[in-house]
Each structure stands twice: as C-alpha cells, then as structure tokens.
C-alpha cells in the first residue's frame, strides 16, 4: 500500500509539473487569437490582390474597346449611292426583321433596311436585313466583320446594284 501511495503522489507531482510547464490557459487563447488575426490578414491581402487584378483586367478590356471603337469608326465610310450593304440577317418572320432593324436604327446607321424575297405562291419568303449603302466592298465588310463579331451572327456583304433588291 505504501508503495502505491508513493507511486500516486509521483503521479500527482509529474502532473503538476507537466501543467506548470505548458501554457496557461491566457496564454493558449493569446496564441489562438494571433493565428487568426495572421490568417484573416493573408486572406484580406489575397482579396485585395484579387480585386486590384480584376480592376486592372477590366481596365484593359475597356482600353481595347475604346481602341477598337476608335480603330473602327475610321475604316469605313458610309456612301448614300454605294453599290453594297452588308446583311446581318434573313428571317422568315417579318415581325422579327423589323424587329432587329428597329434595334439597329437606333445605332444611327445611315441605312438599315429589309427586303423581301421569296416565292409568295410556295410560302417560301425570307425578310434580309442590311445595313448600308458602301462605295466599296471593303468597306462594307468592315462593318460586317464588327456586326458579326458584336451581334454573334455572321453578315453577307451584297452587291445592291447587280441585284436590284434594295427596298
């Protein structure tokens, strides 16, 4: 029974000295609270970071925009007896054409029309939206490209004079 006694109190002793050795409970939560207050500041600095990188992203789409705007304004020229449109779309609904051509017009294009083609007999009749008219073909297809680029179509450019289609 002695035995056992002296072996419990150097139990309660080595105890009492491993805790006496650790940190208290202060001291624990002090340490705790610095963890966190270092990650929250790595996690403020990596959304910062991220925000200035989405900031100058946007930036730069705006300056390629601008430029393109610029770039392009210049290339082609519209011409009140030019020879070509560019037609942006065919449709079987006139009530859609017109629909299209309304959102157009308010672009300020000088000419933005429809024509209608088609065998009425057959019910086979397409509604062609252009925009134009162009001196040249080139310039026609400049404005083409943008459209198509912009409204996520594909254009055609047409030569007005041969076909006798402009309405």
């Not at 006694?5 to 208290?24: E, M, R, V």
């Not at 299209?100 to 209608?116: G, I, M």
């Not at 509604?127 to 297809?141: H, I, N, Q, T, W």
């Amino acid at each position: 029974m002695k035995k056992l006694s002296i072996y419990t109190l150097l139990l309660a002793l080595a105890l009492i000295s491993i805790q006496a050795c650790g940190p208290s409970e202060e001291e624990r939560r002090a340490a705790e609270q610095a963890r966190l207050d270092s990650l929250r500041q790595i996690e403020e600095q990596r959304i910062a970071e991220f925000m200035q990188a989405r900031e100058d992203s946007l930036a730069r789409v705006a300056e390629q925009e601008q430029a393109e705007e610029q770039s392009s304004g210049s290339q082609f020229s519209f011409a009140e007896d030019g020879d070509y449109a560019v037609q942006v779309g065919a449709f079987r609904s006139e009530e859609k054409a017109n629909s299209y051509r309304n959102q157009l017009q308010e672009r300020d294009f000088p000419n933005v029309y429809t024509v209608k083609v088609g065998n009425e007999e057959t019910g086979d009749i397409w509604f062609r939206l252009r925009v134009g008219y162009f001196a040249s073909k080139s310039d026609a297809e400049t404005l083409g490209k943008e459209l198509a680029r912009e409204l996520n179509t594909g254009y055609w450019v047409s030569n007005i004079s041969s076909s006798g289609n402009n309405s």
